[in-house]
């Protein structure tokens, strides 16, 4: 006895051991990176309450703020706490996006290996989904981190929900409430979490390979004694957990709605977006078995009528066989339950932003295919009587899988080239099209930089970075006059004031630089991350005053009698 559980120990490290270095193998040159320009300033780099660590204010503000279009406290505590730790260095922010994925792989491991009783399976569904490339831009993007959190957190609850169900203490439920409420303040993916304990609470009623009535029956005897029907016993047991999920779910779309993540939603027809979203599983489907590139955003196109046809007979197709195999394959059956379902949020039928998909969005659901998948390869083969036969197949599957993901990381090195590749796969996107010109004119390429502007305006964006470009180019008064055009717009109006006061002040003129940089804090909102901008500029206005008052005692003595530069009033860059 003592032989076999040492034995059973030696196989749960070494598999734990195999999956934490396929992870570190394939991401750990992340910690080399830089922060990226696309999301990384609002969440980081530029975030006032991010940069200042974690603090009584930043905690405060963490938990009332719904910036970026999404209310994630425990998101904003975190990237706090890596500041706190790492400083500015983006290494640290990394090398914990690695440990969370590293975290959630491991959780994945006993999940399935404790949910489906076989340990070897358990091993090969986590390795697969660890080196996947669905995870990429969740690991090396720290703009993601609310994807890894929420993961870890929502495993943890199952395992957690999973163990009282089998005769645990009452502990065990209320840990899994917990983990509930900190994955919702993660991300709102969370919003499932009764959904996914359904599933594991169904598979593992009928695990023993009796029929539907005998496990209800064997699983809830107690309970039916003292309810009718098992639908309220579900429903009872989950009561506080789909009351965390209709609140995350009000509350998510309150902050995607005022942030104008949904504006899309409302001009767009439900049929469209329902078409969009069998076109986007269809892709999705073939990307869980080989990803060998990957789009930051995918551009909303006209739909292709074949690819929403075969979406259409894929998803008929899964829940036919789900419902053939459920009495007497339940990991097939729940597996694909799995996989259709948690892709509820983020297929499209409710549009947030205006992506056709994200790879991001297939790493949860992905974890059902791949226990089909595995579960599929093993039947396949044990008509050859062959145990070695399968390991080969998901071996080299998984080979490769991890091969592609590290290719795909290569990418995330440099910003210009990620956002050329995005451009390239996902389609011609004004946001992809701007930062590349942010990036090119950070390399003095201002001719490069204009081209990808003029794309973006012949897609109906006109670009603030135009005026941008004419500042570092020193064409002072038409970076000016493209700033008085472009404030015209609400939304680009703050950082217009910004860019004139540049070139004002580059102009030597410190009444219309201040008076513009004063715009620029009346029109900013101080309440949220913008708070970083104010205090910069803050810090350029004393020295502006210092300026003006020194010329104004030249004109005074008669030092510059003929310098005409004065504007008569105050300047309005919103006429």
């Keep these: ?14 598999y734990n051991l195999l999956i934490v270095g396929a992870i570190l193998a394939i991401y750990g040159g992340l ?8 999301d990384d300033p609002g969440y980081v780099t530029d975030n006032y309450y991010v940069q200042n660590g974690l603090t009584f204010e930043g905690c405060a503000w963490a938990f009332r703020s719904v910036d970026v279009a999404n209310w994630h406290p425990l998101t904003w505590l975190s990237h706090m706490t890596d500041v706190e730790v790492f400083g500015p260095n983006p290494a640290g922010h990394y090398l914990t996006n690695i440990l969370l994925h590293v975290a959630s792989s491991l959780l994945l491991f006993w999940l399935v290996w404790r949910v489906g009783g076989n340990e070897q399976m358990g091993f090969v569904v986590a390795l697969i989904w660890a080196v996947h490339p669905a995870n990429v831009e969740c690991v090396a993007w720290i703009a993601e981190r609310k994807s890894l959190l929420a993961t870890v957190f929502m495993l943890a609850g199952m395992i957690s929900y999973h163990r009282y169900c089998q005769g645990g203490s009452r502990c065990y439920y209320l840990l899994s409430i917990v983990a509930h409420l900190l994955a919702s303040m993660a991300k709102p993916i969370a919003v499932l979490f009764p959904v996914a304990l359904v599933l594991i609470e169904s598979f593992s009623a009928f695990r023993d390979g009796v029929s539907p009535t005998e496990g209800l029956r064997r699983s809830w005897r107690t309970e039916l004694s003292k309810a009718r029907g098992w639908l309220l016993i579900i429903f009872r047991e989950k009561t506080p957990f789909i009351a965390i999920s209709g609140y995350l779910a009000i509350l998510t779309f309150i902050a995607q709605d005022e942030g104008g993540a949904t504006a899309f939603t409302y001009s767009s027809r439900f049929l469209w977006r329902c078409g969009n979203a069998l076109e986007a599983l269809w892709w999705y489907t073939a990307k869980s078995f080989s990803m060998s590139e990957s789009s930051l955003l995918y551009v909303l196109e006209p739909l292709d009528g074949l690819v929403v ?19 007497e394959k339940r990991v097939v059956s729940i597996g694909l339950a799995w996989y259709l379902l948690m892709f509820l949020p983020t297929i499209g039928i409710v549009q947030v932003g205006s ?18 998948v595995c579960y599929g390869v093993t039947m396949a083969f044990r008509c050859c009587n062959s145990r070695v036969l399968p390991v080969i197949a998901l071996g080299a599957w998984a080979i490769g899988l991890g091969w592609q993901t590290r290719a795909l990381c290569v990418d995330w090195e440099d910003d210009l080239r990620l956002s050329r590749n995005a451009i390239f796969v996902g389609g011609y996107s004004p ?20 081209r990808y502007l003029a794309a973006k305006a012949d897609r109906g964006s006109p670009s603030l970075n135009i005026a941008i470009i004419d500042l570092d180019e020193k064409k002072y008064k038409d970076a000016i006059a493209e700033a008085r055009r472009i404030s015209r ?3 680009d109006r703050l950082m217009a004031a910004g860019v004139a006061g540049q070139a004002f002040d580059r102009l030597n003129m410190p009444y219309e630089a201040r008076r513009a ?26 020295g502006l005053a210092a300026a003006a008052a020194a010329r104004e005692e030249d004109l005074i003595a008669g030092k510059e009698p003929d310098i005409r530069w004065r504007t008569k009033g105050r300047m309005e860059l919103s006429r």
């Design 309 to 327: 046809f075969l979406g259409g007979l894929l998803v008929l197709l899964m829940v036919l066989c789900a419902i053939a195999c459920f009495r």
């Design 431 to 450: 946001a992809m099209l701007n930062n590349c010109a942010v990036l090119e004119v950070q390399r003095h390429d201002f001719q490069t930089a204009r």
């Design 31 to 38: 910690v080399y990176h830089p922060f990226h320009t696309f």
């Design 489 to 491: 717009d609400k939304k």
């Design 1 to 14: 006895m003592t032989k076999s559980i040492l034995s059973a120990r030696g196989r749960f490290v070494i």
């Design 355 to 372: 992506q056709r998909m994200a790879d991001r969005y297939l790493g949860w659901p992905l974890i059902g295919l791949i226990c089909v």
């Design 517 to 542: 940089y004063m715009t620029a804090i009346d029109w900013l909102p101080t309440e949220r991350s913008y708070k970083l901008s104010v205090e910069r500029l803050r810090f350029i206005l004393p």
